[in-house]
C-alpha cells in the first residue's frame, strides 16, 4: 500500500523553467520531509515541514505542508541542471513511535 | 557532525549465499531504520529499531533477513540466503527526534 502518491513520477524540462512536484496522500501525518537523492546516493534532506499550511523556502525551492497535513508540494524557480534528481517525500506518523513513509518518488531532469 | 556510515558501498553474491550490511549512526540518535530501495522506487521500511528494541518489522522478510542493534548503537542487517529479487540499495537511517531521519550512502546488493 502506498500511503503517499507523488506526481508526476518524471519530469524533464530545460534550464531556467518553474515545476511543481505533489505529494497527496489520504492520511495524516505528524511531519512530511522532502528528500533529494542523486544516483549511487543516499537521499539528502532538504526540509521538515510540521505545521499545516506551513510554507518554507530553501533558495530556489518552496515547500508547502496542506493545511489539514496531508499534502505537500514543492515549486522549483528557474531549475537548473544541478537540480536533476529523485526527489521523494516522506510522512512520519504512527501510533507510538514515528515511522517515515516514502512515495515512490519524482525523477527530475533538467536539461541545459 | 559524521554521518550515518554503512559498509560496503557494493556487494555482489550469488543466490542463496549470504551477506551482511553494518551501519553506525549519527552519535546520540535513538532510533536507527533499515530500508530497502528498488530501482525506480521510493525506500521501503524493512526495521525500525528505538535504543536496541525493534519497534516495528512488520515488513522485515523473517524466514531470509534478520537485524540487529547490539547497544543500541551500530547495527547489522544479514540476508541469509539471498534471492535475485533481493537486488536493491539497503539504506540505513537514524533520527533523533523521530521527526525527521538522516540517511548514510546505502549498500548496492546485486544478487548474481
Known amino acids: 500500500t502506498q500511503l503517499l502518491e507523488q506526481s508526476p513520477q518524471f519530469l524533464s524540462i530545460q534550464e531556467g523553467e518553474n515545476l511543481t512536484v505533489y505529494c497527496n496522500s489520504s492520511?495524516?501525518?505528524?511531519?512530511l520531509q522532502w528528500y533529494r537523492q542523486e544516483p549511487g546516493e543516499g537521499p539528502v534532506l532538504l526540509v521538515t515541514?510540521?505545521?499545516?499550511?506551513e510554507v518554507k523556502k530553501l533558495k530556489r525551492l518552496t515547500f508547502q505542508f496542506g493545511d489539514a497535513r496531508k499534502d505537500s508540494s514543492l515549486h522549483i524557480t528557474a531549475a537548473q541542471p544541478g537540480d536533476t534528481g529523485l526527489y521523494l517525500c516522506?510522512?512520519?506518523?504512527?501510533?507510538?513511535?514515528?515511522?517515515?513513509?516514502f512515495g515512490s518518488g519524482t525523477k527530475l531532469n533538467v536539461k541545459p | 557532525e559524521a554521518g550515518v556510515a554503512q559498509s560496503p558501498r557494493y556487494k555482489i553474491i550469488e543466490k542463496r549465499q549470504s551477506v551482511a550490511f553494518w551501519c553506525n549512526p549519527i552519535?546520540?540518535?535513538?532510533?536507527l531504520y533499515w530500508y530497502q530501495q528498488i530501482l525506480g522506487q521510493g525506500p521501503k521500511l524493512l526495521i525500525q529499531?528505538?535504543?536496541?528494541?525493534?519497534?516495528?518489522d512488520s515488513q522485515l522478510p523473517k524466514d531470509r533477513f534478520s537485524a540487529e542493534r547490539l547497544k543500541g548503537v551500530d547495527s547489522t542487517l544479514k540476508i541469509q540466503p539471498a534471492k535475485l529479487e533481493d537486488s536493491a540499495v539497503y539504506l540505513c537511517?537514524?533520527?533523533?527526534?523521530?521527526?525527521?531521519?538522516?540517511f548514510g550512502q546505502g549498500t548496492r546488493l546485486t544478487v548474481v
Open positions: 516522506a510522512g512520519a506518523g504512527g501510533d507510538n513511535f514515528n515511522k517515515f513513509y
Open positions: 492520511s495524516v501525518f505528524s511531519s
Open positions: 552519535s546520540g540518535h535513538a532510533t
Open positions: 537511517a537514524s533520527s533523533p527526534r523521530n521527526i525527521e531521519a538522516f
Open positions: 515541514v510540521v505545521t499545516g499550511g
Open positions: 529499531f528505538q535504543n536496541n528494541g525493534v519497534v516495528d
